[in-house]
Nanobody
């Protein structure tokens, strides 16, 4: 029903920047919660960031606060992750995810916790490698 395709990954030196994009098809994302996770082979999947449908409320993992910024452009069915001041530990496959049909009349902070309880779809990922 929903396909997510990430792009923008690549190789950067520590301190560099990358901008990841995720385009959704098959479903509009205007009433969804979207976010990013990352995973290193052999390690557990790690939450990175999430954003409400309006973009008014965001959430970040402590490890990326102040360095990464999540945003979305609903008219283009796209969510972005701007990554600045990259560190070696940012190396991972980055996956965008979406959870559809959010409950109504709840605070944005609650929606972001609801998102982490079980996204509905995820993309194949884009590789980010940070190396000297």
């Amino acid at each position: 029903q929903v396909q997510l395709v990430e792009s923008g990954g690549g190789l950067q030196q520590p301190g560099g920047s990358l901008r990841l994009s995720c385009v959704a098809s098959g479903h509009t994302i205007s009433r969804s919660v979207m976010g990013w996770y990352r995973q290193v082979p052999g390690e557990e999947r790690e939450f990175v960031a999430s954003i409400t449908w309006s973009g008014a409320v965001t959430s970040y993992a402590d490890s990326v606060k102040g360095r990464f910024t999540i945003s979305r452009e609903n008219a283009k069915n796209t969510v972005y992750l701007q990554m600045n001041n990259l560190k070696l530990e940012d190396t991972a496959a980055y996956h965008c995810e979406v959870r559809l049909n959010p409950p109504a009349d709840v605070p944005g902070s609650w929606l972001l916790r609801w998102f982490r309880d079980g996204p509905d779809y995820w993309g194949p990922g884009t590789q980010v490698t940070v190396s000297s």
